[in-house]
Nanobody, 123 residues
Framework: VQLQASGGGLVQAGGSLRLSCAASGLNLDYYAIGWFRQAPGKEREGVSCISSRGGSTFYSDSVKGRFIISRDNAKNTVYLQMNSLKPEDTAVYYC?????????????????WGQGTLVTVSS
């Protein structure tokens, strides 16, 4: 089982990035997927998650209205569109898969983790 997060990079404040989480070794049809982030010196934070079929989503208050999570199960991939980025969004972003169909915000609810992709937002 492997989750490959990609799409991070350096962007100016106000800009956009789209992260991708590609899965291999598991069929995402049956897994809810979450995005988490961890900034230096801070605890891991749940950013967003989406149910297995995409019918339910969750966003943390810090990203609500700016980030959009989506999934393409045919491509076994989940996306996180990040708009209006702020310097405080700078972090390593991880995707994770949960062996349940429903959304969950806590990291302990997830079973498989990707390696992370770095997002840096300059002011």
């Amino acid at each position: 089982v492997q989750l490959q997060a990609s799409g991070g990079g350096l962007v100016q404040a106000g800009g956009s990035l789209r992260l991708s989480c590609a899965a291999s070794g598991l069929n995402l049809d049956y897994y809810a997927i979450g995005w988490f982030r961890q900034a230096p010196g801070k605890e891991r934070e749940g950013v967003s998650c989406i149910s297995s079929r995409g019918g339910s989503t969750f966003y943390s208050d810090s990203v609500k209205g700016r980030f959009i999570i989506s999934r393409d199960n045919a491509k076994n991939t989940v996306y996180l569109q990040m708009n209006s980025l702020k310097p405080e969004d700078t972090a390593v972003y991880y995707c994770a898969a949960r062996t349940f169909a429903t959304v969950a915000a806590g990291g302990n609810d997830y079973d498989y983790w990707g390696q992370g992709t770095l997002v840096t937002v300059s002011s």
